[in-house]
């Protein structure tokens, strides 16, 4: 056993200190830390969110909705983790769970909270009939696909991306655990697309929307420093072919600048409330801090 070996205490107290570069982002306990309204627009969706992989599904699909002509149209509210905005009184209400994204859907009588990105993501598909088949065994396969992102992503973020470049101290044993999970993942992922166009079959769905966020922005070299030279991702072909085939679509495209904070200032469109804030209302247009 190592010198600097950790031997757990019989009772865990909480040293917010060494919580890594996110320690405010984290506690252990839930609730509202302070008392903050949630702005609200005029649209019938008002998204609560920020560019991370979870809330870049989200923009992804109303991005695709409204590109297929539905009334999907939303208002994007930036929310700042690194400031806590996600523990507000009004955030919490729409997402007890404290994280991004969240929705509030006001388009039919009484508002609807919805939160978790893939409650987000079924709700929208079968409001508006899209990107979601309707009964069987095609529907099933996109669910199951759909909770398989759910359930994989946090070894890759929580245990690859945070071991690999957050942790304030690099360590072999968790960066070996949690790449060999991750490019088992991977594997996973590129013999089930050596034999489809899309994740779950023929047809682009919301589980692409879901995986390619994380395992496709993974590939293309957007996630966590030199990762995908550490993982060895030009091995992974069809999971690479797939992730530039839907990195190339115009509403992933947008969807990926809606809410982001960081980047190229062009890429950067902080809130969205009209498809003509894309070519108005980016960083480099309204020339603010980010």
């Known amino acids: 056993m190592s010198d600097d070996s950790y031997t757990p205490p019989k009772v865990w107290t909480w040293e917010e200190e060494n919580g890594g570069e996110f320690a405010s982002t984290n506690r252990p306990v839930a609730g509202a830390t302070h008392d903050k309204e949630l702005p609200v627009g005029k649209h019938p969706f008002q998204l609560y969110s920020l560019a991370t992989p979870n809330g870049v599904k989200v923009n992804i699909m109303f991005e695709e909705l409204l590109a297929e002509g539905h009334a999907a149209e939303y208002d994007a509210w930036l929310i700042r983790i690194g400031d806590g905005d996600q523990f507000g009184s009004g ?107 899309y994740i779950a079959g023929n047809d682009y769905s919301i589980a692409d929307m879901a995986i390619w966020p994380w395992y496709g922005n993974l590939l293309l070299g957007r996630a966590y420093g030199e990762a995908a030279t550490f993982l060895d991702a030009k091995s992974y072909k069809h999971v690479l072919a797939w992730a530039e085939k839907i990195d190339a679509r115009p509403a992933v495209q947008r969807g990926r600048m809606v809410n982001k904070t960081s980047g190229e200032p062009h890429e950067q469109l902080h809130e969205r409330h009209d498809a003509s804030d894309f070519a108005t209302k980016t960083q480099d247009k309204i020339g603010e801090p980010a």
């Open 91 to 197: 955030f919490t209400e729409i997402n007890p769970n404290s994280k991004i994204p969240a929705l509030l859907d006001r388009s039919g009588g009484a508002p609807v909270r919805v939160f978790e990105s893939g409650s987000i993501l079924m709700h929208l598909a079968e409001k508006f009939g899209a990107f979601l088949p309707k009964s069987g065994p095609e529907r099933t396969e996109v669910i199951n696909w759909l909770m398989w992102q759910m359930g994989s992503a946090p070894y890759l973020g929580g245990g690859f991306g945070h071991f690999y470049v957050y942790a304030p101290e690099h360590w072999k044993y968790p960066i070996d655990r949690y790449t060999m999970e991750t490019k088992r993942q991977l594997d996973v992922l590129d013999r089930q697309l050596a034999e489809r166009p």
